[in-house]
């Protein structure tokens, strides 16, 4: 949902390649490989697929409320739904909070049940609201993980591809934006390792507020991310280099910017994804 920003400027923007035919025909793009290096994809507002060899995950990729933003295209949804390439084989869906521009119950429960070894990670109100929708099958309860409504850091180990430890999650409640009024939303901050190499963290709509991230500085500083994806508020308030430095991540792209982007994006040097079909490259290193 929109807040109010105080702009900044700072750092440069990636120049990296777009992937249009994304946007319009996801299933003529090529199967991921073991071999592949690891790429984020950007769907619409703040849903990406990210790949990393044969393992690849989606974050926030099934909603259908605009409020404003961009809607995930109907062939990339119908593609997703499908499970056509490059969405055949997805691991696992994070989900990162519960309102309409995130999430959409009956559609996430209409996904698990066509495709069976799909592991969902999300807050307990996504939990609650599938159980209310259409769709809800019991069997789901085995392939989710609903994260409590606590302050301390959540952990997860998940197998993909036949590897017990493809995916390994470490997610902390980050309040959502908007102050007192959003307090009861479960805003979680997913960061993932896929395959012991690549860290991207997705933050959903988390707040500007310093204190959560103080609180957290452990968290955050316990594992390095290669690429962070925050709401493009938070580098609007604190500058690029600031939001690196906090989440303490190599580089930050922007994600949720509205149908009508604010003025200063245009202006800025740092990064964004605006265009569905645009990719990110994911450096990758191995942690200990």
Do not use: K
């Amino acid at each position: 949902m929109p807040i109010a920003i105080r702009p900044a400027i700072a750092a440069s923007t990636l120049a990296l390649a777009l992937v249009p035919a994304l946007a319009t025909a996801p299933a003529a793009l090529a199967h991921p490989s073991e071999d592949d290096p690891a790429t984020a994809h950007f769907l619409a507002n703040e849903a990406i697929l990210v790949t990393a060899g044969e393992t690849r995950i989606l974050f926030d990729p099934l909603f259908s409320v605009s409020y404003g933003y961009p809607l995930v295209s109907p062939e990339v949804r119908a593609a997703i739904m499908a499970g056509t390439p490059p969405f055949d084989g997805v691991d696992a869906v994070f989900v990162s909070h519960v309102h309409g521009d995130h999430f959409d119950a009956e559609a996430v429960n209409a996904y698990l049940a066509a495709h069976p070894d799909v592991i969902l990670v999300g807050p307990w109100q996504a939990r609650l609201d599938m159980q209310a929708a259409d769709g809800w099958d019991d069997a789901f309860e085995a392939r989710i993980h609903a994260l409590p409504f606590i302050a301390s850091p959540q952990e997860l180990v998940l197998a993909a591809d036949g590897v017990e430890d493809a995916i390994r999650v470490e997610t902390v409640h980050i309040p959502h934006a908007g102050g007192a009024g959003r307090a009861g939303i479960q805003n979680m901050a997913h960061r993932v390792t896929l395959n012991g190499e690549a860290t991207v963290m997705h933050m959903g709509d988390a707040t500007t507020d310093t204190a959560p991230y103080d609180t957290h500085s452990d968290h955050f500083d316990a594992r390095r991310s290669q690429h962070a994806f925050p709401p493009y508020w938070l580098i609007g308030e604190w500058g690029g280099d600031l939001t690196r430095a906090r989440l303490n991540a190599d580089h930050v792209t922007g994600i949720h910017l509205g149908n009508n982007h604010p003025a200063w994006i245009a202006q800025s040097d740092d990064d964004f994804f605006t265009e569905a079909g645009e990719t990110r490259p994911i450096p990758t290193h191995s942690h200990d």
